[in-house]
């Protein structure tokens, strides 16, 4: 792992005490001022993963090692966990209407984090309250500060989130999508804030089932299904040539917005399986079009130029 | 603001008229009861029954005895009890009063503390002995009724264990009030205070606890962890902060309740003259004007309180204030 | 070919309890011809729900009028109404709030069936299973033992049971992932050709939109900015809005263009003249004062803009 290398995942697994397996094989790295896309349907494990990198997982059984910075998340102590959360791990979440305390104001629960990590005065605090609400394109931050969390709207709200997030310069912001609660005007205006981000050195990891988001907010993607990263790469290369069957037909699945319009969606035929009845060879294996008898063993890891994929299509 | 406070005001009155009408037509209105004979009482003379008759107008139209009960009741104040031979009623609920508000104000202190302590340390440990341990005892403390616990207490303190160390600073039964001696007053009113509170502890702790457990996963206590808050501050700070509500408007229900004569159990087993041992006097000897004066009491208790929980609710939850809940 | 439902100048007001009137369907008119599909799209609170609930009158308009396959039915009594019921039905978002989950799902579907004494219950249900791609042993199940879309095409079987001839599905597929949503769209479009279904599907996800209807009208603050054929609008925008909203989908063949300012105002204190200019990005004096009204532009296009951005032929940029 080189010098660069803010956060590596390495063959994280997941499970409940009773056995239910929710990781199952997830592998990831992230660089400074890179923005890795964590894609995936619902109960793929994309918010799983976001939420053990953040130590907000109670009552797992976890095997594998989260890297941040050279230490191993999974091995320290309640302390250390706390030290490093909205300090040097920030996350920001989808609904920042419920993610905010609906009974206090917006500046003081960010005045909250500040003061949590740093021995700043209440009026030190909320000066740099002011400053990155402001900074977030927050109209009259001095004033926004002062409402409560329903007097603003969504937009905005996910603004201050964003705000408190930054408040304690944290080298990785995680984003579990933060933009699915928001109409598309102000979700583009809320990405082009997460891209500037980018630019001050954090990295990014923005969790999203939306391969539009990931290609206009991120430099890195990978895909997730039913617990495993099936492929991870550049954005560019996975998104022009993709590898692994199911990314192929996520991509294929999403409506286009020109060209001509087909008269049937090449859907993905049947569900995601549950947690419980997940196949022991490739996960994909019963949806995949591309389906042969060695797919019933677990493919192993193969590199293909900038991108790693999990099939046998590829495995030599 | 100041059209809501009044909207408010207007709401109260109409609330307390509907009550006094309402208690008044059970007690005088009701066809084939003679209330001129209730209220003055059994055995009285043809006398003593036609000064009733015109005093309270009971020869006029019910609106007009109406109006003249409200009358003597809040203008003029000289309801006054034909079984007590005479005694003022208004005078009376008035010194009872003081009483009762001392009785509740020491119970509402054991119930608010112990409770607090028992439904936070419960929710942090859920499912452990301890949790299990202290919903067990919050369950006995529910189903003892206080009569019977109030028997048990003034037999272990007042008879059977009274001269030992433990009791011996436990004074015969009766109230002390404030002003004579601020000790004695406490003295009296503990073992009742702390009787009467036992139930109201073991309902709280289990309300907290369950409200506690369902902040805890709401998506704003997850921020919070997310922010760096160690554990102390999730569930005191934020926690609470989530679950006190529904906290706090049984809380006003209750005191309003138990100062409008609902601690009447505790005080007639401890012999405090409060309003409720009042209220119980009336019941007994049928003294209407007595009860309508207690009732009209309670319900000006209970008005009042349900207003200071609305505004206590603005305060704690913004978003009530401006009429709309979530988005 | 006569139109299947006409609304004219469609309109509905709230009053909120402060007193003040929150107009959420401001003046609306549009016409669904039999089997047609149409879209209507928007952000949150431009009124398309609302919109999608009045042409059902599933909630009363403040004033204009419907008319549903010739018959007036604007003030229509709610028994006359039951009448027309089986031919006007909804889909909505939340798939499973709108199932009993005490309720399997054959009782779900011959609910309807029995409730207007249709005969062949057993036959009908089976049959029904079978056009929403339902195995016959889903009739068994309970709502909770149903993946998201297979609870979502148990809806829409429900909502087809009686034929009726118009359906309004309120953001159907939004609540669904990607591969699972394709499959949905796939349903509705194959069910529209076989039964000659008219719809109306509410959204605010253009490429659904475009995949799913024939006509699309984009809403801005309770009313219609545009108007036309689907693939039409959506390659060549007439409206400074609806280009916005194109412009503001992220995609992957090409960076994301400089985003709208400021957020939709608040429906209670509309902007003066055009709704939209205090954030359109060619907005003129003009468009402060007078409202622009819905006009047709040629080729089935309908715009209320004074500076539309396409020409009457509908392409090439205006001055």
Redesign the interface.
């Known amino acids: 792992m080189d010098a660069e290398t803010l956060l590596s995942i390495e063959d994280l697994r997941l499970a409940l005490p009773d056995g239910r397996v929710l990781l199952d094989g997830v592998s990831l790295s992230l660089a400074r001022g890179e923005a890795l896309g964590v894609v995936g ?2 109960g793929s494990g994309k918010s799983l993963t976001a939420m053990t990198v953040m130590g907000l997982l109670p009552d797992v059984r976890s095997s594998g090692a989260v890297r941040f910075r050279a230490r191993d998340l999974l091995m320290q102590d309640a302390r250390a966990w706390r030290r490093l959360r909205g300090k040097e791990i920030a996350m920001i979440f989808q609904d920042p209407m419920t993610a905010f305390l609906p009974v206090r104001r917006v500046g003081a629960q960010i005045d909250e984090q500040i003061r949590l990590h740093e021995k700043l005065s209440r009026r030190e605090a909320r000066a740099r309250t002011v400053r990155l609400l402001g900074e977030m394109g927050v109209p009259d931050p001095a004033a926004a500060a002062e409402r409560f969390p329903h007097q603003l ?4 709200r996910q603004r201050a989130m964003i705000a408190m997030a930054l408040s304690c310069a944290p080298a990785l912001l995680i984003a579990d999508e933060p933009t699915t609660a928001l ?7 809320i ?2 804030l997460l891209t500037r981000l980018r630019e001050t050195g954090a990295g990014l990891m923005l969790i999203t ?5 990931v ?3 991120c430099t890195h993607v990978a895909v997730l299904y039913a617990g495993v990263v099936v492929e991870r790469g550049p954005v560019r290369a996975v ?1 022009d040539a993709p590898l692994h069957p199911y990314t192929r ?2 991509l294929a ?6 060209g001509p ?9 049947g ?2 399986p549950a947690p419980d009845a997940r196949p022991p060879g490739c996960v994909f294996a019963p949806r995949c079009p591309q389906v042969r008898p060695d797919c019933a063993i677990r493919p192993p890891v193969v590199r293909m130029g900038e991108q790693e994929v999990v099939c046998v299509l590829y495995a030599s | 603001m100041l059209r809501m406070l009044a909207a408010r005001l207007g709401q109260m009155v109409f609330v307390l008229f509907g009550i006094s009408v309402l208690v008044f037509g059970v007690f005088f209105a009701t066809p084939g009861a003679d209330p001129t004979a209730r209220i003055a009482g059994r055995g009285a003379s043809p006398e003593v029954m036609a000064r009733v008759r015109s005093a309270y107008g009971f020869d006029r139209p019910l609106p007009v005895q109406y109006a003249r009960m409200m009358e003597k009741l809040f203008v003029s104040r000289d309801l006054t009890s034909f079984v007590d031979h005479g005694a003022p009623v208004v005078p009376e609920v008035m010194a009872a009063a003081p009483v009762t508000l001392s009785l509740v104000l020491w119970a509402s202190l054991f119930w608010v503390v112990f409770s607090l302590a028992i439904g936070i340390v419960s929710a942090v440990l859920r499912d452990s002995w301890v949790d299990r341990f202290f919903m067990g005892i919050g369950l006995l403390g529910l189903s003892m009724p206080v009569f019977w616990l109030g028997e048990v207490v003034n037999l272990v303190t007042q008879s059977r264990f009274h001269d030992t160390w433990l009791f011996s600073w436990v004074p015969p039964l009766g109230y002390v009030p404030f002003s004579e001696s601020p000790l004695g007053w406490a003295r009296a009113l503990l073992l009742p205070a702390l009787t009467l509170s036992v139930a109201f502890i073991g309902l709280y702790a289990r309300v907290l606890r369950a409200e506690l457990l369902a902040a805890m996963g709401e998506d704003a206590i997850r921020t919070a962890r997310a922010k760096g808050a160690g554990p102390a501050r999730v569930w005191l700070w934020h926690g609470l902060r989530l679950s006190w509500l529904s906290y706090v408007s049984l809380f006003g229900m209750d005191f309003a309740q138990l100062v409008g004569g609902g601690a009447l159990l505790t005080e007639v087993v401890f012999a405090l003259p409060g309003v409720g041992r009042l209220t119980y006097q009336g019941l007994n000897t049928l003294d209407l004007p007595l009860i309508m004066a207690t009732v009209m009491y309670a319900a000006v208790f209970v008005v009042l309180a349900n207003a200071v929980i609305d505004g206590v609710y603005a305060l704690l939850d913004p978003r009530i204030a401006e ?1 709309r809940h979530g988005r | 070919m006569s139109a299947l439902l006409e609304a004219k100048d469609l309109e509905r007001r709230y009053r909120l ?2 007193g003040r009137e929150l107009q959420a369907v401001a003046g609306v008119s549009l016409t669904i011809a039999p089997g047609e599909a149409l879209a209507l799209v928007g ?2 609170g431009c009124g398309k729900s609302t919109l999608g609930r009045l042409l059902l009158r599933l909630d009363d308009p403040t004033s204009g009028t419907l008319r549903f396959d010739g018959e007036e039915i604007t003030t229509l009594s709610e028994r006359r109404l039951r009448a027309l019921r089986p031919r006007m039905q909804m889909v909505f978002q939340d798939s499973y709030a709108s199932l009993n989950p005490r309720r399997t799902a054959g009782d779900a579907l011959a609910e309807p069936l029995r409730i207007h004494r249709r005969p062949g219950v057993a036959a009908r249900v089976r049959e029904l299973l079978g056009l929403v791609g339902l195995p016959e042993a889903a009739a068994a199940k309970f709502p909770h033992e149903f ?1 998201g ?2 609870r979502q095409r148990l809806n829409i079987a429900r909502a087809i049971a009686l034929g009726p001839a118009l359906i309004v599905a309120d953001e159907p597929v939004s609540a669904l ?7 949905i ?2 349903l509705f ?1 194959d069910l529209q050709a076989r039964l000659g279904l008219a719809c109306v599907f509410i959204s ?1 996800d ?3 939109v ?2 799913m209807a024939d006509r699309i009208a984009v809403m801005y603050l309770g009313a219609i900015v545009e108007e036309g054929e689907g ?1 039409a609008v ?2 060549a925008p007439a409206h400074p809005y609806t280009r ?10 090409r ?2 263009p ?4 400021g ?2 105002p608040s429906p209670i204190s509309p902007p003066s003249g055009c709704r939209f200019h205090p954030r359109c990005p060619i907005a003129r004096d003009r468009c402060g004062i007078e409202t622009p009204a819905l006009r047709m532009t040629g080729t089935g296009r309908a715009v209320a803009c004074h500076f539309p951005l396409v020409s009457e032929a509908g392409s090439g940029f205006s001055s």
């Open positions: 349907e619902s709207s969504g937009g905005l109409d598309v005007t102000v979700q583009a205006q990405l082009v089932h939306d391969m539009g988001v290609a206009q907010a998104l037909a996520l699945a999403m409506p286009p917005l020109d319009r087909p008269a049937h969606l090449p859907a993905i035929a569900q995601p | 009429g | 309890r402060d952000e949150s993946s879309g297979q992932d990607v591969s699972v949503q394709a499959q769209i796939n479009r605010h253009l490429a659904v475009r995949q693939m959506l390659a916005a909203l194109l412009d503001a989908v992220p995609r992957a063949d960076p994301l400089p985003p709208l300012s957020e939709v």
